[in-house]
């Protein structure tokens, strides 16, 4: 006697393993989709970051260039002034004038004592 086709082929063992291989399949999918989902915040989180970055060096150059400016004004400014060697200079000028004003006073001082002398000899002859 032949076995029969359903004897032959053993349904509940196929079953068995196909279950199972498609328990193995549905984790393999969970993982998947778990690990695509994590990938996929990090990278958005990633750039997220790489925008503010972006944002603050964009914001800080702005910033650099306004100060480096301000640098370049105040260099400007500072080339008009004097520096220490006119200062010297008029130190200078200012003993001279001031060696000049006193034998000015000297002598208007003589000056004066002369005229006082020449008003009294003046009142007292007429």
Known sequence: MAPAVSDAFDYEKWRFWFEISQGVFNVLIVAYVWWSNRNRAHTSALQAVNDRI??????????????????????????????KGYYEGLEQRLDNVSQKLAEATTELSSTTNLLNTLHRYLLEKS
Do not use: A, S, Y
């Not at 702005?62 to 002034?81: K, M, P, S, V, Y």
């Open 54 to 83: 972006t944002e603050d060096k964009n914001n800080n150059t702005e910033r650099f260039n306004d100060i480096e400016r301000g640098i370049e004004r105040i260099d400007q400014e500072l080339g008009h002034l004097p520096d």
